[in-house]
Structures are given as C-alpha cells and as structure tokens.
C-alpha cells in the first residue's frame, strides 16, 4: 500500500498545476462537464487532458476507475 501512494505521490508532484487540479475535483466527485466549467475549459478540451493523463498513469502503474 506504501508502495502505490509513493507512486501516486511521485506522479501528482509531476503533474502540471492544471491536470493536478483536474485529478483533485475529480477525485471530490465532480464530473468532467462540471471541472471544464471550474477551470474555465471546454468540455471537449477536458477529455483530452483527461485521455492524456489516463496514459501518463497507466505508463505509471497509477491507473485508477474515478479518472
């Protein structure tokens, strides 16, 4: 368990501020419609972000459902 959260640490500290932001309103429940309009995207330009950082996590082992 110690191992996955020094995994996810090491990929959060990575991030840029903006996807960062996206992981933390997603993982408060928000949904994708509801973060584009928090930080002032398109919904389109979101599920980009959102398809890009899947990978980055997936390449990472951090892969999980709520993104």
Do not use: C, I, Y
Not at 9 to 32: N, Q
Not at 35 to 64: H, I, K, M, P
């Amino acid at each position: 368990a110690a191992d996955f959260k020094d995994r996810v640490a090491h990929v959060m500290a990575k991030l840029d501020p903006t996807d960062r932001r996206v992981v933390e309103l997603r993982l408060e429940g928000h949904t994708t419609v509801e973060v584009a309009r928090l930080l002032g995207l398109q919904a389109n330009v979101l599920r980009v972000r959102l398809s890009r950082l899947r990978q980055r996590l997936r390449s990472s082992g951090v892969l999980t459902e709520w993104l």
